[in-house]
């Protein structure tokens, strides 16, 4: 009954259980919640006695309070209601004392409730551990929902959820709660009489669902239906028919797919959070995933403790486990033995290791792979082979690309629209995610401990080598369309990276498969494009790519493919190998020559000799370079696509820096910005530009003003070389505008990054600066010799423009202060200085 009506003391009352409001004479009262929860719990039990005690625990359920708490309510209700509607009864309890009406407007005297029904939940619940938001969330669901399900892959923790939702409300609802675990059913026909054992109602041996149905019609109870994947149909058709027969029976489904009735509201349970980064211990453990570790490696052995030092570890565990709570809990059974650094490195082996739990657990839950073959088997045949071929692909995928690999050949029962289908079901089910991507269109990723299970049953089906071809070549021919699509500017820069940075996994994945398997066309045809995506801060990575280019291309035929694998890889080429991108610049140089009759104009033979200009001023030879450069310009033809003059204007920068040429650096540095802009490069980019050439000119104002902008826009995401690189010019440009608070906060922020990326020297030529300015002579000095030092270790012999200007400023600075041996003194002793020295020296406040 949601409404219960009576009058006292001349005034009409309406309590509306449902709303959770009082009215008072069709005005709404000012209850808070705890008050109206008292009250619903008196009236329904009205000319009772409850006691205080069960008055309590129906009220806050979930704290730990005193019956001040319960006395502090009686209060407020006997203030909007009349003293005398709530009847003290000494060393009892309290009475509602008015008559109260039901929906049919008859008055009678209030009926002893009715009997609650058995729960049917174990006597004592296992910890619930980081679902406390979840919980609440539920418990809110419930109310406003009377079909709820709870979605989510097998392990991901519903039962134990629902388990103690259920536990919550048991003493809320007036004829109580029950769950009933449908796991074990093979039959949706005996749905109903597993119902009615769980709820000890009586259905006879005719119509079993019309005689549970007339049981619970008039009944106010929560009913958990745990485990309905296994027969969803037949699920559905059960909480159909009792939704409409009984018009206060809350029904919540636990399920790795949803029912898709009208009246079903879907809720999907998230795994457990875990940290970003490293934390102290005691920190990390207000983290789910990691609580729940801990907690389960305590139960296995009560010594086990989690050290700060262990915690990296512990959240790459968790994250490879992707914060599923019986992959995370069958892990921590293992911690105590292993040791947690070793577990986490052996959960590429994650279905051999976890293979065991609680003998009280459910089979379905007794193992990692128990838990995946439950799921497996609740698949049809053609399911089963669409996620074991989804096993091929890495990281999150494109539906046009998933299509053309896991789908048959041409003729095949499995055609692109069945995949189509049987991904949504596979997302329905929590085995593969739909994750957005750019431009938000929807790409799919197999979830990582699936994909182990699926790429076991890829291996066993025999179909593996075929599928991983044809995988690798229309991963191919994507990068390959990619790369077309950058060297003509049909895409902008920044919208072309931030697509293939989704990309990226599955291009590794092909290049992989392709190394393995010797494909040298193939090979080539991937390069360019990936060579592109590569993430510029993975050093080893993007040294790898240039070391197989020169596998590739060293010795080959001239042909346009490998022209275009040498071009890509002569753009940061330089950056990791010493002369490595004039190598293969210079060798695009003499590939795109000898291929001008295949070609259908000169543009690709002017990039790649903008491309060597650029390499051979890095490498200070200013007169090969200027060579090269002119011999570009005399090719240049206005028309071609920005990409193109942008490596033009990028040599013409470099030239500038190279002669010492500030305003012809600044003039270029502008042109470089707008050209950078035209092409669809980010604003960051083109702005990194902008500050270049305002410091080479001696304008810190304005170089201030654009390294500003650029920390705002590239903090805290990917792009840490950029960042990087903005930060040691804007404690440059900070330090010459005599904004010395503001450099040393920069400066401070830029360590870590220089650390990580290996630019020590070029913080250090920014840094010094700012000391000279600070009078820290001494210090300016050593790091002048620290950063010499580092030089000479990268072999890098020639300072760009705008560091020897920095560095030019400071001696200027230093050498009016100390004398020439001791200045030499303490460059020689910032020479033998160590990384882990600086924060110390740099960050010490001033003397």
Known sequence: MSTHRFDHQNRHFELRTRERRLLVDGEAATLGQRALDLLTALVERAGQTVSRRDLVECVWPDADVTEGNLSVQVNALRKALGHEAIATIPGRGYAFTPRVQGLSGGSAPAAPAPQR??????????TLIGRDTALQVLNRLVEQHRVLTLLGPGGIGKTLLAQHLLQRHAQRLRHGVCFVDLSMLGDASLIPGAMAAALRVNVGGGDALGALADALAPLDILVVLDGAECLLDGVAGVVAR???????LRLLVTSQAPLKLGAEHVHRLDALDIPDAALPAQDALRYGALALFVERARAADSRFALRDADVPAAIALCRTLEGMPLAIELAAWRAPVLGVAPLADAMQDRLMLLNFARRDAPPRMQSLRAALEWSHALLSPVEQVVLRRLAVLAGSTGLALLRQVVADPAGGPIDEWTVVDVLTTLADRSLVAVVPGWGGEPR??????????????LAASGEAPALRQRHAEAVAAAFDEAYAQRASGRVGMADWDERQVDERDNGFQALAWLRQRGDRPTLLRLMPGLVLSAPREDRNRCLDLVHL????????????AVMHALLATARYANALLKRGGFDHADAAVRVARECAAQLPDARWLYLALSLRAVALFTGDDLAGGEASLMEARALEVPGWPAP???ARWTAEVWLADRRMDGPAMYSASLRTAEVYRQAGHSAWQCELHLINGAMAVGRAEEAARHGLSIVAQLEGGRHERGLADARFQLVQALAS????????????????????????????????LLAAHQQQHGLAAQLLGYANGRNRQQGLH??????????????ALVQARLDPATLAGLQCAGSELRDEDIPALAFAPAA
């Open 117 to 126: 029904l058995p729960a049917n939940l174990p006597a004592v619940l296992p």
């Open 798 to 811: 020639v300072r760009a423009h705008n560091e020897a200007l920095a560095v030019q400023q400071a001696l």
């Open 644 to 646: 193109l003059h942008a």
């Open 242 to 248: 009792l939704h409409q027969a009984a018009p206060q």
């Open 549 to 560: 280019s020169q596998a590739l291309t060293r010795e080959a035929p001239a042909s346009p």
């Open 737 to 768: 505008s005599g904004r010395l608070d503001e450099a040393m906060v920069q400066s401070r922020l830029a360590w870590p990054l220089a650390l990580r990326l290996g630019l020590t020297s070029h913080w250090a030529d920014a840094h010094l």
């Open 444 to 457: 799919y990723r197999l979830l990582d401990t699936p994909r182990a299970f699926a790429a076991e049953r």
